[in-house]
């Protein structure tokens, strides 16, 4: 993930825009850069790794100015190098930009044929070129903007500075964060109001598809669709800006939102976009005879999910166990299998006491963190990261499909490592993946349907989850959610076992949420729903537009966008999060901290 500021002010802007990278460094640190507009030229300075490698240039050559853009870069699109530094630059026009363009190829090349030439390999520079060819074709920057923004496919938040246009930084949000910050007759723009901190603490939090002019009067904020809108201004208290919930009621809701960009970013640490290939970050699948995955809770889940593609994809035997079992039972594995714990904070006790349990008997050891810096990182042999960003809600929501996302890489990777595809396949794979963070956001923004479903389950005493195939670990997550975050009870079962016990709780009082796609199980997972049915249950059907066609006219569907089963655990974990977070929204719960949890179960 990246880091993107911009200023129209009024003091020496280049000390400005590198105080606001420094507190944006987190995001990305390959590479970082400048724009800023002097005598009515743009001029840059960019350098290759960290913030320091920029100030150190701008020490021996300054830039003198009021108004800017910067980037500090974590590299997707184009190795890390000063020629694919942000800003990027075509004709009259200067980009930064923290996503991915999903459709920044087709683009290229039709710019390429139109005599443009590019000097790096972004993504991001074909949103310079897109802007300046309808300046040249006599657009204003704002127009030339919105047009240019109506051909991006996928996630981006840009800040963007015009030659000639003295008071002027545009920027655009979708699937990436961007706010607005409101000066004394300056204004701001960037990833986040921890950027924004030194100069305002009056923010603005844009919606995903708004894109804006800040000049320095104040901003024009228009919605996807062109139309100018107002968005709420907040002050945000100094003690939050280090990570803030925004137009968000609660930081659940904001994680929820965030996993396009987390998913993203997660993705780009191991998928290379330009030539579609899967990085396996050092280990070989193709030497391992076993993969032992531990976990609690939900990174458990994300596991059980992992096992279905490494065994389906790579043919690899692989066990998934909840650590504080594993530990204490004495497994019969031994050198030659990879053990893999799974731990959003890098620091749970049982998960950690399985790693070391495995360590100590000469198992190579592997963690998929998202704090690079953890227990578990600094222990493990192989570490591989997700980049959901800071996860505050105490329910993990992004980190959940993060990690998904990143075990759904790593067995692609394993699969071509074990011969059981080929380059082809693997390419074709990766693509659909980098699909996920768009279909992400489409299910985000289909929440509507849920608010009738919340008021009928937030009356429930007990709900069951039914899924078959990845899907019933999706049951078993959704259960957690729910129950963690509202206090109502909930189980998980794969829908498969209903008949062997739990179908005698199914009464007129208990709802059923059943999580079928259209694929090869939806057939044997609705003869259980009919079962359910048939005893009197209610049934919430999670499904896409295919399956709704199938659903009988009692059940309730929810229509997923449809997507390829690689996928489906992603986008599919998206409804039965904001199931969760609406019933306990309904029932006044403390949903950022439910009673009695924490976010890093660091005591066993
Ligand atoms: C998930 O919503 C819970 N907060 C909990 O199950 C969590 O996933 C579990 O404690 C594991 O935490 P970790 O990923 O930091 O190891």
Not at 86 to 91: K, L
Not at 159 to 182: D, F, I, K, N, T
Not at 305 to 310: M, S
């Amino acid at each position: 993930m990246c880091g993107i500021i911009g200023i129209v002010g009024k003091a020496p802007v280049s000390e400005r825009l590198v105080e606001s990278l420094r507190r944006l460094e987190y995001r990305g640190y390959d590479s970082a850069g400048i724009a800023a507009l002097i005598g009515g030229r743009i001029e840059r300075r960019r350098a290759e790794g960290k913030l320091r490698n920029l100030e150190a240039l701008l020490a021996e050559d300054p830039l003198e100015a009021t108004v800017g853009i910067g980037h500090t870069r974590w590299a997707t699109h184009g190795a890390p190098s000063v020629r694919n530094a942000h800003p990027q630059m075509a004709g009259r026009v200067a980009v930064v930009h923290n996503g991915i363009i999903e459709n920044f190829a087709p683009l290229k090349a039709q710019l390429q044929a139109q005599g443009r030439h590019f000097e790096s390999d972004t993504d991001t520079e074909v949103v310079a070129h897109l802007i300046d060819r309808e300046l040249a074709r006599g657009l204003e920057p704002v127009a030339a903007f919105k047009v240019a923004l109506d051909q991006l496919s996928g996630a981006y938040a840009l800040a963007v500075l015009v030659q000639g246009e003295e008071s002027l930084v545009m920027g655009a949000r979708r699937g990436s964060p961007l706010v607005v910050g409101e000066g004394q007759g300056e204004m701001f723009i960037g990833t986040d109001a921890l950027g924004l901190g030194p100069f305002t603490n009056r923010i603005i939090h844009l919606d995903d598809g708004d894109f804006v002019a800040i000049n320095h009067e104040g901003v024009r904020i228009f919605d996807r669709s062109g139309q100018k809108v107002d968005r709420a201004l907040r002050v945000v208290p100094a003690a939050s800006a280090l990570v803030e919930k925004g137009n968000y009621r609660h930081f659940m809701e904001k994680e929820i939102h965030d996993q396009p960009d987390a998913c993203q970013h997660t993705l780009s640490a191991y998928i290379d976009p330009i030539s579609n290939t899967v990085a396996s970050r050092g280990v070989d699948f193709a030497a391992i005879d076993r993969l032992q995955i531990v976990a609690c809770g939900t990174a458990s889940y994300a596991g059980m999910i992992g096992r279905y593609l490494f065994e389906s994809l790579a043919g690899l035997q692989t066990d998934v166990e909840i650590a504080s079992e594993f530990r204490y039972r004495e497994p019969a594995l031994r050198p030659g299998a990879l053990a893999l714990a799974i731990s959003q904070s890098g620091e749970t006790a049982d998960t950690l006491a399985a790693l070391r349990w495995c360590k100590e008997r000469g198992i190579m050891t592997a963690a998929l963190v998202n704090s690079p810096e953890s227990t578990m990182a600094r222990e493990v042999d192989v570490v591989f990261p997700t980049h959901a960003g800071p996860e505050i809600g105490v329910a993990s929501t992004k980190a959940f499909t993060s990690q998904v996302a990143a075990l759904t890489a790593l067995a692609i990777a394993a699969a071509r490592q074990r011969g059981r595809i080929d380059a082809d396949e693997e390419a074709r794979l990766a693509g659909v993946l980098l699909e996920a963070p768009r279909l992400i956001a489409d299910a985000i923004l289909d929440d509507g349907w849920i608010p009738a479903i919340a008021q009928d389950i937030a009356k429930a005493r007990d709900v069951l989850y039914l899924g078959r195939g990845a899907m019933f670990p999706l049951a078993l997550e959704g259960a957690l959610k729910l129950k963690e975050i509202s206090y109502i009870h909930a189980e998980g079962y794969a829908a498969g076992e209903l008949k062997h016990g739990p179908i005698a709780l199914v009464d007129e009082a208990t709802p059923i949420i059943v999580i079928a796609p259209s694929d090869a199980l939806f057939d044997k997972t609705s003869s259980n729903m009919s079962e359910v049915i048939a005893r009197g249950g209610r049934v919430v059907l999670i499904t896409d537009a295919q399956g709704a066609t199938h659903a009988p006219d009692s059940v309730k569907t929810v229509i997923v966008p449809a997507c390829d089963p690689l996928i489906a655990p992603l986008v599919f974990a998206v409804p039965i999060q904001v199931i969760a977070y609406q019933v306990a929204v309904l029932k006044g719960a403390d949903v950022d901290q439910p009673r009695n949890l924490a976010k890093s179960v660091t005591v066993e």
